[in-house]
């Protein structure tokens, strides 16, 4: 196995801005524009499916796929159709249910796509466990991220093969879709600290007080200069003046450089995703708007929604061959121990072999990660809040669909108010956590609290007088608009905040296989809340008693983020790092490894 021991700089590295490799073979030259754009670039190609998809048209693909082929539980009618009881866009009575026969039960159409997205999250945890931590080694981590690009960009075009008779497949597809958009992004996510770490402001930085990267000071040594804050001027490779910080600046925040950069490069990314979706929503509900008034989008009311699938296919493929091109390949340490050559009659075997490493590594990962306090704390708040995060998205469009019988452009509608707030929310957050001197957890903290405000708005309707004024607690179309600025806002500082703090968790050099566990830890969680509500949607027949679940399971994490401690946890992750370099055993178990 590789050593992650320091290796001596070269001459010509000496003085260039670069940090000494830690491998044989790392590429440490200095994060550039073009590079971070390259990142930037896949982050604008799969948001899209996320939020076009995953977010707003494959839930009402699944549910209107199903209804089609679905009837009423207490007439037996069919749910659409000239024999349907009732006309137009097809939705059900206010006191019967729509449910398809699956496996040889009789399922509520909402349920079976709450039932999809719970399995595909299931599978996309086993999944991005087996690959995701060999990302870390030789050129893996560049060639897995195109491979799920590619493949899951495939699955979203081929939504225009998937006709109401064969719904279930249409199902086998969301899940492939949802496990290569998982795990790329646990890919993506693992470029972001060395994007980071090989910031020329950065290693100047450090170069400057003596230390090297893996053993700078705290934020009151240096100031932060990044290319980000120069991009006006055009210069984006190179660092601005620095110099001792201010006691004013000094006593303003204690969050180091890294995680600083780390945010604004994490929150930038977000929001240009969520830039790009808005932009695709609205191609799309102009298609859906299009199509729905020609005949054949008449007579088959899923077409329109498969074309649209296509469009976002075809976007994230584009975009994947943009990062292709631009995002530098950053190959890992070499794994000669774990996958000698082979040949073609062995692949199955190292292909075997490989993935029983994966395992291992992730135990390895697990066994240092509850040695890092910190990482513990922060990962059982992540569990909660990742699971309220998926929970919330497919239950409000559900409801939007069946309770508010809003139309498709509609809830496109809806999909575009929510994803412009998290685009606002990604840029937002970081302005009013400088402004009232936010820690990173404080600022989650605060994102869950307004996150909290959806579920029990939605319960506000089973309050009697409430109820009898038919307005208030989602009971208007409306309503539900709202509740979608505050999910965008909530979900943009979230995604930002959450992927960046814990970035400056990981003990350097672990980075694909730490956020292979950040990864398992939420897909690990965000399949139990669908199938509750999903439970719950079969047993009452209405979704909004998922709220009740919901608003329990948002409060949980709020203590737990409070206590999470970056700074602290940046040091116990270098020292663990510093740990393994001296040992030159990359899968140490860390006994004993954090002194006082």
Known sequence: MASFSQLPSSPEEAGSGRRSPRYRGEDTSPTDRREIWGWYAYGIAAEVFAVCGVGSFLPLTLEQSAREQGFFSSSHRPCVGPDAPTAGNGTAPANEACVVPVLGMEINTASFAMYTFSLAVLIQALTLVSFSALADYENNRKTLLLTFGFVGSATSMLFMLIAPPVFVLGALLVIIGVTCLGSSFVVLNSFLPILVANDPSIQIAADKNGDELH????????????????????????????????????????????????????????????????????????????????????????????????????WWAAFTVVCSRWLRTRPGPPLEDVAPGAGHRQKWRVWLRLVGFAWKSLWNTIKVALKLREVVIFLAAWFLISDAIATVSGTAILFARTELHLSTVSVGLLSITATMSG?????????????????????????????????????????????????????????????????????????????????????????????????????????????????????????????IFIGVLVVLPMPLVWLVNAERGRRDAL?????????????????????S
Not at 217 to 233: G, M
Request: net charge negative; glycine share 12%; aromatic share 10%.
């Open 215 to 314: 053993d700078l000071p705290d934020a009151d040594d240096f100031s932060l200069r990044s290319w980000t804050d120069d991009e006006d001027n055009g210069d984006h490779t190179g660092p601005a003046k620095s110099g001792k910080p201010t006691e004013s600046e000094k006593t303003s925040g204690s969050t180091s450089p890294e995680l600083q950069l780390s945010t604004r490069i994490s929150s930038r990314g977000v929001g240009l995703g969520y830039c790009a979706a808005v932009l695709v929503q609205i191609l799309s509900i102009l298609m859906l708007f299009t199509l729905s008034k020609t005949s054949m989008g008449k007579a088959h009311p899923t077409l329109p929604l498969r074309f649209v699938l296509l469009l976002v296919g075809i």
């Open 575 to 595: 020292a663990m790092a510093g740990h393994k370099a001296r040992s030159g055993d990359e899968t140490e178990e860390g006994e004993g490894l954090l002194r």
């Open 423 to 547: 685009m606002a929310g990604a840029f937002i957050w970081p302005i009013v956590a400088r402004r009232f001197g936010l820690a990173s957890n404080h600022t989650i903290f605060l994102c869950i609290a307004l996150f909290e405000i959806i579920p029990l708005y939605g319960m506000l309707a089973y309050i009697p007088f409430i109820k009898k004024w038919g307005v208030l607690g989602l009971q208007q179309p409306w309503e539900i608009f709202p509740l979608g600025i505050v999910h965008g806002v909530v979900s943009g500082g979230l995604a930002s905040y959450c992927r960046s703090l814990f970035g400056e968790l990981i003990p350097p050099g672990s980075e694909a296989a730490f956020y292979a566990l950040y990864a398992a830890t939420d897909k690990g969680s965000s399949f139990v809340g669908p199938a509750i509500v999903g439970a719950l949607i079969d047993k009452t027949g209405s979704v909004r008693s998922g709220f």
